[in-house]
């Protein structure tokens, strides 16, 4: 017998709704499990989405599709599909309802804009942002909040944030939440446990701190596009792969503002306990630069921090880590790394999040850390960084994009 996938395709103009489109992939899904393939025409899609249809794909319909970004990150380019939303933790919003997902709970995995729980999901030339520490757009301007510290939610002690955040502008269109006072946790897109064998080409996923995060049993390829955040940006216990993207560091003036790329902690549960073991990160051939004017606003700098170069771009100071470990087992390679002149800390590794962990070892604080032909030879590394001689780690993993993931 000739076996066949049943596949649907299903349309989304600009103006109309993805989650409209998701309900029907939905529907049909349960009753004929077919494969669904959204096509989306440009434009900005500002809604919550979970993808929890299994072989879901979304695609740029564009014929010459774009992920640039414009007027520092506030707009995107005319053939751009930017998936988007302006929940962050630290805030309830009048819109939010009961829901407590942005605390304590975790029910959309680090506030995430898109979330997706189901294997086998596929993008292509999408953006996937979360505005919440880049602009105030027109919905967040138009919605109410207050300080969920001070709020009578039903939070736990635990839960409930002890940082009292600042007022949040409401002009649309506002920059001043890219600066530190204003950042906390929102990522763009987060992926389930359940989220295995997911692929994402010529994305770009964007934030001005958490970025994108995986949680343990993850299993994501993430290949060409870009990558653009801030603080630990790629972050979580997922195994992923990114081939040949570009990494875009969102950093300013602002004292002691610095970018950690990947923050690891694979073999580990959703508490961050230690669990059985699993590959990690890994980071091939990708090319690590700060962002431009089109795709961050403030990052004005001043000649006594000590930074210099074409309109300011690079730090003397080099204010970009490729690694913060989240837990001291996390597994974190890169490989064939290049960087813009001035970008990245000759350190290149950092302890920051592990210092204070009971597990902390001085002498072996991340045995799970490695490079091989980094840009600068891996010069200056600490101890703990494995430099290897072979594209190839000690138990005979081989370095390359496809295979880490099997």
Avoid at 104 to 109: A, E, K, P, T
Avoid at 111 to 128: Q, R
Avoid at 136 to 146: G, K, Q, R, T, Y
Wanted: aromatic fraction near 10%.
């Amino acid at each position: 017998m000739l076996a066949f996938i049943l596949s649907l395709v299903l349309h989304v103009s600009a103006g109309e709704s993805i989650n409209a489109a998701l309900d029907s992939a939905r529907t049909v899904y349960a009753e004929r499990g077919e494969r669904t393939t959204i096509l989306i025409e440009p434009g900005t899609y500002r809604e919550e989405i979970t993808i929890d249809v299994p072989g879901l794909t979304m695609k740029n319909a564009a014929r010459k599709p774009s992920i640039g970004l414009k007027n520092g990150g506030v707009d995107c380019d005319k053939n751009a599909v930017r998936i988007t939303w302006y929940y962050g933790h630290g805030y309830q919003y009048r819109s939010m309802g009961d829901k407590i997902n942005y605390g304590g709970s975790r029910m959309r995995l680090w506030n995430a804009s898109v979330l997706v729980t189901a294997p086998d999901f596929t993008a292509e030339n999408i953006i996937f942002e979360n505005s919440f520490n880049l602009y105030v757009c027109d919905l967040e301007a138009a919605d109410s909040l207050v300080d969920i510290s001070q709020s009578d939610m039903p939070w736990t002690e635990k839960e409930r944030p002890k940082k009292i955040m600042p007022v949040r502008p409401k002009e649309v269109g506002s920059t001043e939440v890219q600066k530190k006072a204003y950042r906390e946790r929102a990522a763009a897109i987060s992926f389930g446990e359940n989220a295995t064998n997911a692929h994402l080409k010529n994305c770009r996923a964007v934030g001005r701190q958490d970025v994108l995060y995986g949680a343990q049993g993850a299993s994501i390829y993430w290949e060409g596009g870009i990558l653009q955040g801030g603080v630990d940006f790629i972050f979580g216990a997922m195994t992923m792969s990114v081939n040949k993207a570009t990494i875009v560091a969102n950093i300013n003036g602002e004292k002691g503002d610095k970018c950690y790329i990947s923050a690891g902690r694979s073999g580990s549960n959703e508490k961050g306990e230690k669990a059985s073991s699993s590959r990690g990160m890994l980071f091939y051939k990708c090319h690590i630069r700060l962002a431009n004017e089109d795709e961050l606003v403030n990052r004005s700098v001043s000649p006594k921090d000590g930074l210099s170069g074409a309109a300011g771009l690079y730090s003397v100071s080099a204010a970009v880590f490729l690694a913060r470990p989240w837990r001291s087992w996390g597994e974190t390679v890169w490989a064939y790394t290049t960087w813009d002149e001035g970008v990245l800390n000759p350190d290149g590794w950092s302890t920051g999040l592990i210092q204070k962990r009971p597990e902390f070892d001085p002498a072996s604080p991340c045995p799970r850390s490695y490079e091989y032909k980094s840009q600068d030879g891996s010069a200056g590394r600490p101890k703990w960084v494995s430099v290897l001689r072979k594209p190839i780690l000690p138990d005979g993993t081989k370095l390359k994009p496809k295979e880490w993931l099997k």
